[in-house]
């Protein structure tokens, strides 16, 4: 987590920092700050909050064309002004922002900098304190950068400032995002495009533990070893209306009403000169290769597999297992001799996420990246991806990623069990073509939900959704979407499981989602909703048209039973949303969490 930035040329750095990381802030919003070189030195301002806290506090009078800022989760010591960065060495001479974790910066501390008096509690500072301490043993600055770099256990995206070198800004990552923005006159750094799309849209990739010098004319990257490295720029694919919020109040909103868009987006992606779904003819040879296939995947990405398991298993005939990754890591399952790795994150960034994949990659094992961010950490670091084609998704809570990763896997199995020669019975583009309508038929019916949120969740303090089959996958991601930005407790259960324990809970008024859109079930999940009417419970029941009575509170749009998911999850996204609205949360950046979990 965490957003970093940079700038050198001739602008105001100022401005340009602070515009960047609001672009970043969806990373971490718990403080902020910026360091700015000019002929007097480097002066650093940092506040707690967000970005406009940090704005409110700088003086305009300060004028700079060199800079680094930074936006904070915090990690290591609590969200104050203290600990927000940049972080300087002792002397004042070195200043630092940082993105990522150092796991040994304890044993760092004591092995080198026993008698350096520390200003925060954070593992960040170690490294300026580092740097500041080879310097004054003799180093130049690059060698005390390169010579911390080689001690440092972790992740990072760093960028130091020279008080003595008001020409360069020293950057490098391990596992940690970070790109280099260039143009004639300046260059830039950010963790991520959207942040520098501002100035620039040419950018470089920077590589694991490369070196790299970052001055007004020229960017020069080096490896381990010294060796320079010549990278040529790529054209960031993004649109800066892509990235605001236009009349929209949240971003939320705007991802939500994007997602009818994002499914012809995705079925336009993913057709072929014979107007036929088609995936990467490489891709569908691992997948027909692989006995079984093993999604790993964190929160919304985690729920979407669960559905994705469905596809392949109902529609391609593949076994598939569907792991939470920060477990799957540490605690790896038999797994079978073929297997093929499947990584679901929007981000691509997940730490999680990419331990395993580090360690599948090790056994050697192949693997295939479904993402939104072409060029993303897991894309570029598996054999294949997928891309979902949903456009920036900048509000913490997944909406339209949700509904692409599900309509992306879809089509994989789809196409897959086609190459296999499996008779599918139904035609999934028209069946996605259907479903873009249904979603936007919910969508438009937002005052509907925006009253059921009200009758149902104004004065709760906690909620359960249930559901069976595929409604149970998405009654986990509907009380994921409503604990993560209302604060009400909630959780998603199995139809048939809340009898066996949690159903102790239901008191007079407890709110019950529940989901009938699946024939099979829908009697035994209205069984379910009779057993927690029985005990007090307010039941608020989702039922697919055909399948729909007479006090059900909302009734979907008849939908293909394996795609419902797709268009279920939109009542419960926009529930989710007006609770939150109704207790003044913040909807786009809710407490304690950030868009891109970088740390395990
Ligand atoms: C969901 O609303 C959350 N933002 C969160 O659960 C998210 O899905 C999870 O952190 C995984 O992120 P990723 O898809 O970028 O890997």
């Not at 795609?563 to 279920?568: A, E, G, I, N, Q």
Request: net charge negative; glycine share 6%; with cysteine.
């Amino acid at each position: 987590m965490c957003g970093i930035v940079g700038y050198i040329g001739e602008l105001d750095a100022k401005e340009v920092l602070l515009k960047g990381l609001e672009k970043l802030e969806y990373r971490g919003y718990d403080s902020a700050g910026i360091a700015v070189r000019n002929e007097d030195g480097i002066t650093v301002f940092k506040e707690k909050g967000r970005i406009a806290d940090l704005r409110a506090a700088i003086d305009t009078s300060v004028e700079a064309s060199v800079g680094i800022g930074h936006t904070r989760w915090a990690t290591h010591g609590v969200p104050n002004r203290k600990n927000a960065h940049p972080h300087q060495s002792a002397t004042g001479r070195f200043t630092l922002v940082h993105n990522g974790v150092i796991e040994n910066y304890h044993l760092l501390q004591k092995a080198y900098l026993k008698g350096i008096q520390l200003a925060s509690d954070t593992d960040t500072e170690i490294i300026v304190q580092l740097v500041d301490l080879f310097v004054s043993e003799g180093l130049s600055t690059e060698d005390a950068f390169r010579k911390t770099l080689g001690l440092l256990h972790g992740s990072y995206a760093l960028a130091l400032l020279d008080r003595e070198d008001a020409d360069v800004i020293y950057v490098a990552k391990n596992k940690s995002p970070l790109l280099v923005g260039v143009a004639d006159t300046f260059n830039v750094i950010a963790s991520d495009a959207m942040a520098m799309l501002q100035v620039t849209n040419q950018f470089v990739e920077l590589h694991d533990k490369e070196v790299v010098l970052v001055r007004k004319d020229g960017v020069t990257i080096t490896n381990l070893e010294g060796t320079v490295m010549e990278r040529a720029p790529f054209t960031a694919e993004l649109d800066a209306s892509d990235i605001e919020k236009g009349t929209y109040p949240h971003y939320m909103l705007k991802e939500m009403d994007e997602q009818p868009t994002v499914i012809r987006k995705i079925m336009q992606a993913y057709t072929g000169e014979d107007d036929a779904l088609t995936v990467d003819p490489e891709i569908l040879a691992a997948l027909n290769e692989a006995d079984r296939l093993y999604i790993i995947a964190a929160g919304t990405s985690y729920h979407a597999g669960l559905v994705g398991k469905e596809y392949f298993e109902k529609i391609a005939k593949i076994p598939v297992e569907v792991h939470i990754s920060s477990e799957f890591g540490y605690n790896m399952p038999l797994l079978s001799e073929k297997p093929l790795f499947i990584f679901i994150s929007q981000s691509g960034e997940t730490a999680d996420s990419r331990q395993v994949l580090v360690k599948i990659k090790e056994q050697g094992y192949k693997s295939l990246t479904v993402t939104n961010v072409p060029g993303s950490t897991l894309s570029r670091e598996a054999d294949y991806t997928l891309l979902l084609h949903a456009g920036p998704e900048i509000a913490v809570a997944s909406t339209k990623a949700y509904v692409a990763q599900i309509a992306v896997l879809a089509v994989a199995a789809y196409v897959t069990a086609k190459e296999k020669g499996i008779d599918v019975d139904f035609d999934l583009k028209q069946e996605l073509a259907i479903v873009a309508n249904n979603i936007q038929t919910v969508i438009d019916r937002k005052d509907d939900l925006e009253k059921i949120a009200e009758d149902y969740l104004k004065i709760a303090r906690n909620a359960f959704f249930i559901g069976r089959n595929l409604d149970f996958c998405v009654s986990l991601e509907g009380a994921l979407k409503l604990k993560e930005i209302s604060y009400i407790q909630a959780e998603g259960f199995a139809g048939g499981e809340l009898k066996h324990g949690t159903i102790a809970l239901i008191e007079d008024g407890t709110p019950v989602f529940a989901l009938v859109s699946q024939k099979a079930v829908a009697l035994n999940i209205r069984g379910n909703v009779k057993e927690v009417t029985a005990r007090g419970a307010n039941a608020c029941i989702i039922s697919m048209e055909g399948m729909a009575e007479d006090d059900d509170a909302f009734i979907l749009p008849k939908t293909h039973a394996l795609l419902t998911p797709l268009v279920s999850v939109v009542p419960l996204q926009l529930i989710s949303y007006y609770a939150a609205l109704h207790r003044r949360c913040d909807v786009d950046k809710p407490r304690n969490l950030a868009k891109s979990v970088t740390v395990e």
